[in-house]
């Protein structure tokens, strides 16, 4: 059974930096293309970033390009988003997605708040 585990949420101020991980297990991950969604109160979950199975191509919505990075590294089967200059409109539940052809996963999410 797939299981993914988002870490390293929290309060920070504006203008401050995150650095999320998501831990996968039960699935071959170098297979599986990752990406961040993120949801804010009342608001459809939204594509954060998104990166290839093998880390070679990247893509980021246009809300975030130039502040967050996605990274993975295939031998821990670890995928993190470092996030950086955070805004208060980045407040969201933050969540880890793994797809392979039809296979999807979804992690519980991780909470980040920014608040002065």
């Known amino acids: 059974q797939a299981h993914l585990v988002e870490s390293g949420g929290g309060l920070v101020q504006p203008g401050g930096s995150l650095r999320l991980s998501c831990a996968a297990s039960?699935?071959?991950?170098?297979?599986?293309?990752m990406s961040w969604y993120r949801q804010a109160p009342g608001k459809e979950r939204e594509l954060v970033a998104a990166?290839?199975?093998?880390?070679?191509?990247?893509n980021y919505a246009d809300s975030v390009k130039g502040r967050f990075t996605i990274s993975r590294d295939n031998a821990k089967n670890l995928v993190y988003l470092q996030m950086n200059s955070l805004k208060l409109e980045d407040t969201a539940v933050y969540y880890c997605?793994?797809?392979?052809?039809?296979?999807?996963?979804w992690g519980q999410g991780t909470q980040v708040t920014v608040s002065s």
């Open positions: 997605n793994a797809k392979w052809w039809s296979l999807g996963y």
């Open positions: 039960g699935l071959t991950f170098s297979r599986y293309a």
């Open positions: 990166i290839t199975n093998t880390g070679e191509s990247t």
